[in-house]
């Protein structure tokens, strides 16, 4: 079976762990393409629930040259702020940077 690398992205969301629960039950994102994940070229675009910092969307682009990942944080439509050259084993830093944690 061939996966995708935005489907191993939402994998590797599911499989980062923030107080023993999977990062995307965590923030409040539903495991569903389409209503919470979208998808665009090398990147998942989720939607967390509400959070103290008001982040509307998270986009986790896969960087294929440095095997890592870029993170933007949006509020609305503009990006307010992004994390360069992160680790698959970094990714629950997406839950503090929602203020959830």
């Known amino acids: 079976m061939n996966t995708t690398v935005e489907q191993t992205i939402?994998?590797?969301l599911n499989q980062t762990k923030v107080n023993g629960f999977p990062l995307?039950?965590?923030?409040g994102?539903?495991?569903q393409f389409g209503k919470s994940i979208n998808v665009g070229y090398n990147t998942v675009i989720i939607k967390p629930a509400k959070n103290p910092k008001k982040i509307t969307s998270v986009a986790i682009q896969y960087m294929?040259?440095?095997d890592t990942y870029t993170i933007r944080y949006y509020k609305k439509n503009q990006v307010v702020m992004a994390q360069d050259d992160m680790y698959c084993d970094q990714l629950?830093?997406?839950a503090r940077e929602l203020g959830v944690l």
């Open 10 to 12: 939402v994998q590797q």
């Open 24 to 27: 995307l039950q965590y923030i």
């Open 29 to 31: 994102t539903q495991n």
């Open 64 to 66: 294929e040259i440095s």
């Open 92 to 94: 629950d830093s997406i």
